[in-house]
């Protein structure tokens, strides 16, 4: 009896530990993102600009060139870096745990590519990309909710589906909806290479009114998966059996739906189609804490985040003084991922 507590004491010290850690490394990597760049900033100067910034203190010896390039720049960039990682990481545990697939992911599966689809419709529909921002997450997340809601239909409604199949069906599905996203791009004829830009996954939108919407959209998307987490455990038993312990299935499908497809289309409409970070994150913390929902996703966000923050100075610095789009670099460490986790996926199966 001692064994067993002593063993789930030790067990909840290390999930604490995870989440420190978690948080610990996203912080360093969020000051180290401010940083490194075309300009090298000392650390120490940045961590003296932030303290006077967030304390509203005016008075401040340092040039007001670095504190632009802080504080105008940089610090909102590495915001919505932030959370686009921890977007596409929680999304990514999210769909894995809703389709009983560990390759489901906002990517594979043709969520954000359908994401992709209608920001860039939203973008046509609204004129000038630089008028139309605030029209690109609600395109973005109409054509994620069509491909998803496709998907899912597709995996229910054939009870011979395998996992490969819905697999398939994503890709098919991601086919088209890249097909028709170069047709409207050919077809507005302007800003092609920012439009273009988008497409590889490249921070399109900068700026603290585009933080606050990103922001305020993953924090709701988020709390909605963390309210179905717990009964989202259950769904991995068969659908009878998840209601026979009384867990309303419509309800906890629909909340993982609508706040993994929100989070992945807030991610899409501002930094464009990032790739496989929904893969490789869930499948990594899954190996150190385990399963359960409650635990994974959340941990899964925050190692999202430093996932994408550590891609995203590659990106900037890999090629200084031009920088390469964010999807090329995690399209480089997931590829390679995937074909590994889906030869050992074959196998178990």
């Not at 890249?178 to 302007?190: C, E, K, S, V």
């Not at 900037?316 to 996926?345: D, K, M």
């Amino acid at each position: 009896m001692q064994y067993a507590v002593s063993q789930v004491n030790r067990l909840r010290h290390w999930r604490g530990t995870a989440y420190l850690l978690a948080i610990a490394l996203c912080v360093s990597c969020m000051l180290t993102a401010i940083v490194v760049g075309s300009v090298a900033i000392p650390i120490h100067t940045v961590i003296v600009v932030l303290w006077h910034w967030l304390r509203d203190i005016p008075e401040i010896t340092i040039p007001n060139n670095l504190v632009t390039i802080i504080v105008t720049i940089r610090l909102p960039r590495v915001v919505m870096v932030t959370c686009a990682g921890a977007a596409l990481g929680g999304a990514g545990a999210a769909y894995q745990g809703l389709f009983r697939n560990p390759l489901a992911d906002p990517y594979v599966i043709g969520v954000a590519s359908g994401a992709g689809l209608g920001a860039i419709s939203a973008v046509a529909l609204g004129g000038a990309l630089a008028f139309a921002w605030y029209l690109m997450p609600l395109g973005a997340f109409i054509g994620a909710l069509l491909v998803v809601g496709l998907v899912y239909l597709l995996a229910r409604g054939n009870a011979q589906y395998t996992n490969n199949d819905l697999i398939l069906a994503g890709v098919a599905l991601a086919a088209l909806a890249n097909a028709l996203t170069t047709y409207i791009m050919l077809h507005i004829g302007r800003q092609l290479s920012q439009l273009l830009g988008f497409l590889l996954g490249s921070a399109t939108i900068v700026g603290w009114d585009a933080v606050g919407l990103m922001v305020v959209s993953v924090m709701l998307g988020m709390t909605m998966l963390l309210i179905a987490a717990r009964d989202l455990n259950v769904l991995l038993f068969p659908e009878e059996q998840a209601r026979f312990l009384g867990i309303n299935v419509a309800r906890i499908r629909a909340l993982v739906v609508i706040g993994a497809t929100l989070m992945t289309a807030t991610a899409v409409a501002f930094h464009g189609l990032i790739g496989f970070v929904g893969i490789i994150v869930p499948h990594s913390v899954r190996l150190f804490v385990g399963g359960d929902h409650r635990r994974l996703i959340p941990l899964s966000a925050c190692y999202g985040a430093v996932f994408l923050l550590l891609a995203d100075m590659v990106a900037r610095t890999i090629q200084s003084p031009q920088e390469i789009p964010v999807g090329i670099v995690t399209a480089c460490c997931g590829a390679p991922f995937f074909l590994w986790q889906l030869r050992t996926t074959k196998k178990a199966a």
